[in-house]
């Protein structure tokens, strides 16, 4: 069984950076395709971007390019996601998730962190 | 990049109905699709992936079709705990993950 814990919710200004980390419990973190959703206020769900087991490989939307940064530390089974500039816009709830198998869905989450952006 | 559409945005229903969701993909994705159910202040749960294989230990009330880029989740006969928001997913390596947009399930 994986589960993922999140940590804790964040209050930032517009401008700054938010680091958000994901610690999994189970056998598979070394192996496992793992993610990151947002979800803004009463809005649907955002995929972010996409981190391989060894972290050398990532994808990311294309409207977070520049912006974001995944990375993950295999020795303590953690995931962050960092991301900069943040404005208003930015408030959401974020959701880290792991791929299954063949990536057709996202299979175990986080319970969110709520990251707001006010000034 | 593949667009994904569901239809309704809302539905209301009573206990006890048959409903059924539409996701519309903006060309064909064969059968790679996956179905969520998410819950107020909660992460979303996967109902059904690959159109129909229901997931385990989901309801058998919860059902999937569909290929190509019509597909429909039905619920054959809506509990209170059904009362939920409901998000169908496409996966390709080129865009990653898309959503549609949800479609809010609630009590009549």
């Known amino acids: 069984q994986v589960q993922l814990v999140q940590s804790g919710a964040e209050v930032k200004k517009p401008g700054a950076s938010v680091k958000l980390s994901c610690k999994a419990s189970?056998?598979?973190?070394?192996?496992?395709?793992m993610n990151w959703v947002r979800q803004a206020p009463g809005q649907g769900l955002e995929w972010m971007g996409m981190?391989?087991?060894?972290?050398?490989?990532?994808s990311y939307a294309q409207r977070f390019q520049g912006r974001v940064t995944m990375t993950r530390d295999t020795s303590t089974s953690t995931l962050y996601m960092e991301l900069s500039s943040l404005r208003s816009a930015d408030t959401a709830v974020y959701y880290c998730?792991?791929?299954?198998?063949?990536?057709?869905?996202?299979?175990?989450w986080g319970q969110g962190t709520l990251v707001t952006v006010s000034s | 990049d593949i667009q994904m559409t569901q239809s309704p945005s809302t539905l209301s229903a009573s206990v006890g109905d048959r409903v059924t969701i539409t996701c519309r993909a903006s060309?064909?994705?064969?059968?790679?699709l996956t179905w969520y159910q998410q819950k107020p202040g909660k992460a979303p749960k996967v109902l059904i992936q690959?159109?129909?294989t229901l997931q385990s230990g989901v309801s058998s009330r919860f059902s999937g079709s569909g290929s190509g880029t019509e597909f429909t989740l039905t619920i054959s006969s809506l509990q209170p705990d059904d009362f939920a928001t409901y998000y169908c997913?496409?996966?390709?390596?080129?865009?990653?993950?898309?959503f549609g947009q949800g479609t809010k399930l609630e009590i009549k």
């Open positions: 998730a792991r791929s299954n198998n063949d990536f057709s869905s996202l299979d175990y």
């Open positions: 189970g056998d598979t973190f070394s192996s496992d395709y």
């Open positions: 981190i391989n087991p060894s972290g050398g490989r990532i």
């Open positions: 060309e064909s994705i064969s059968y790679w």
């Open positions: 690959k159109a129909s």
């Open positions: 997913q496409h996966y390709n390596s080129y865009s990653g993950y898309t």
